[in-house]
């Protein structure tokens, strides 16, 4: 159902993928727009390699949120770990990881204040920090989990 990487080469194994998207802080999410336009935002995100799941968080209304009430099939795409090769330094290799999936909003609960949390510890300094702020705005702020159904990575040459 979904594509393989092209040109084999490039390809990353599945665990350098996982890793590139535990350790970025930002990736860009895909989702059918509104009259038939493609819409995609950065978000921050939380990538779960236990549950196999991202994690993201945002308004409780808003052109995302009715985009994902349409359709909830998405992709996201995140890249980094650029690597110099001293020999030719004006030409870095970049890795990128994309994941298709279905993503939908966590209900209000125990879960949601999990992950909420979770999501949190990746960008704030400290535990109190976070519990301050999920106690502060936590009641404004949904949670939406991207259920992964394929995912791959590669490693390209950018010259």
Same mark, same amino acid.
């Given at each position: 159902?979904?594509?393989?990487?092209?040109?084999?080469?490039?390809?990353?194994?599945?665990?350098?993928?996982?890793?590139?998207?535990?350790?970025?802080?930002?990736?860009?999410?895909?989702?059918?727009?509104?009259?038939?336009?493609?819409?995609?935002?950065?978000?921050?995100?939380?990538?779960?390699?236990?549950?196999?799941?991202?994690?993201?968080?945002?308004?409780?209304?808003?052109?995302?949120?009715?985009?994902?009430? &349409?359709?909830?099939?998405?992709?996201?795409? #995140?890249? @980094?770990?650029?690597?110099?090769? +001293? /020999?030719? =330094?004006? &030409?870095?290799?970049?890795?990128?990881?994309? #994941?298709? @999936?279905?993503?939908?909003?966590? +209900? /209000?609960? =125990?879960?949601?204040?999990?992950?909420?949390?979770?999501?949190?510890?990746?960008?704030?300094?400290?535990? +109190?920090?976070?519990?301050?702020?999920?106690?502060?705005?936590?009641?404004?702020?949904?949670?939406?989990?991207?259920?992964? +159904?394929?995912?791959?990575?590669?490693?390209?040459?950018?010259?």
């Amino acid at each position: 159902m979904f594509r393989a990487i092209r040109n084999k080469i490039n390809e990353i194994d599945r665990s350098a993928t996982e890793a590139l998207l535990m350790s970025n802080r930002r990736g860009i999410l895909a989702m059918n727009g509104d009259n038939g336009y493609p819409y995609a935002i950065p978000i921050n995100y939380f990538y779960d390699n236990e549950t196999q799941k991202i994690y993201f968080h945002g308004a409780k209304a808003g052109n995302k949120v009715d985009a994902l009430k &349409a359709s909830d099939k998405v992709c996201f795409t #995140v890249y @980094g770990n650029e690597t110099i090769d +001293e /020999s030719e =330094p004006w &030409a870095p290799y970049v890795q990128s990881a994309v #994941v298709f @999936g279905r993503c939908h909003l966590l +209900e /209000s609960g =125990p879960e949601s204040i999990n992950r909420l949390k979770d999501f949190a510890m990746k960008y704030y300094p400290n535990e +109190e920090l976070v519990d301050e702020q999920i106690a502060l705005a936590g009641r404004a702020t949904q949670i939406f989990e991207i259920t992964i +159904e394929h995912m791959s990575g590669k490693q390209v040459q950018e010259k």
